[in-house]
Structure formats: C-alpha cells, structure tokens
C-alpha cells in the first residue's frame, strides 16, 4: 500500500512560483499514475494536472495549462509541481493522488490512494 504526503505549500504573491512534492511510501511507486487535484474553499475539488507511470505522458487543466509542469523520479518516489506565475484564484489546498496501473486521468474519484494536502496562497 502508498502513502503519500506532500509538501512544499506556502503563501506567496501574484507571479511568484512554487513547487509541490509528494512523496510515496511503498515499493510500487512507479505503478501509479500521479495526478494533482485542488479545492479551493467553497469551491469543489478540481484536476490540476497528472502525469502516467513512466512521465511520458502528461495532462493539464486548460487553467494552469503554460504555467503549471508536473513531473516525476521514480527512483526516488517522488512526483513534483511546479507552479509558476501564481495568480490569486490558485490559492488553494493542493491534493497528490495516485490511481494503481492508471493513465492519468482527471477523475478524482479514480485515484485510490489519496494525500493529506498543502495549502497554497496566492495573494494579489
């Protein structure tokens, strides 16, 4: 089974740039698809970005399409976002998931394995 626990959250100003980790616990890291998910308050869950196994293939929301990269090092169990010119309507708790054998899709509800979050804020 996989943990995870992200990190890297923080209160930044507009066009400033962060990077998330998550890191994962367990053996079968590189079985899982990885995705990015946030919920920013009174607002409902939404994809962000995820990335399949092998980091060959990536996907992003139209919103943080150009400024949001998400990346991946199996060995060392990891997944990253990086988030560049932060625009207040990102503030948000960021959510790692891991979906067992997935593609990457933007199904929240496909990730099994699901992390504590980060609290992201953008302030104008």
């Known amino acids: 089974q996989v943990t995870l626990v992200e990190s890297g959250g923080g209160l930044v100003q507009a066009g400033d740039s962060l990077r998330l980790s998550c890191v994962a616990s367990?053996?079968?890291?590189?079985?899982?698809?990885m995705a990015w998910f946030r919920q920013a308050p009174g607002k409902e869950r939404e994809f962000v970005s995820a990335?399949?196994?092998?980091?060959?293939?990536?996907y992003y929301a139209d919103s943080v399409k150009g400024r949001f990269t998400i990346s991946r090092v199996n060995a060392q169990n990891t997944v990253y976002l990086q988030m560049n010119s932060l625009k207040p309507e990102d503030t948000a708790v960021y959510y790692c998931?891991?979906?067992?054998?997935?593609?990457?899709?933007?199904?929240?509800?496909?990730?099994?394995?699901r992390g504590q979050g980060t609290q992201v804020t953008v302030s104008s």
């Open positions: 998931a891991a979906d067992y054998q997935g593609g990457g899709g933007s199904n929240w509800m496909w990730y099994e394995i």
């Open positions: 367990g053996r079968t890291f590189s079985r899982y698809a």
């Open positions: 990335i399949d196994w092998s980091g060959g293939n990536t």
